[in-house]
């Protein structure tokens, strides 16, 4: 359990994470992705959008979380960091991204496998982040 779980920042890529791989559309939502999300959100927690999405298919993804309740803290940028680094890398807590080595990942035949949410709200819990499921 972290000692001071309090307002974390949690940098969440998009495709392959939040919703399925299907760029440059976007894919169904990856179950349980929008509501651990918006929990860690209740609690206090940052989230940034860290996506390689840009332009019209940066604003589609916006918009589409935004559409299921979910706003973010900031998109592919951390603004706090801007007084101690220029890094273009987005400083956070937590990183949760398909691409991530160690990031639990759900495999289903013919598809690109994608974010295993189920798991990872195990982790979130087993740190004390979100409570546990009703």
Known sequence: MLTNPTRLTIAVDFD?????????EIGKE?????????ELQERGHRIILWTMRSGSTLQEAIDWCAHRGLYFYSV????NQNSWTQSPKAYAHIYIDDAALGCPLTHHKGQRPYVDWLLVRK?????GLIPNDR
């Open 123 to 127: 982790h979130l819990r087993a740190i």
């Open 16 to 24: 392959g994470t939040i919703v399925e791989h299907k760029f440059p």
């Open 30 to 38: 990856v179950p349980a992705s929008t509501r651990t999300l918006k």
């Open 76 to 79: 592919n940028q951390n603004p």
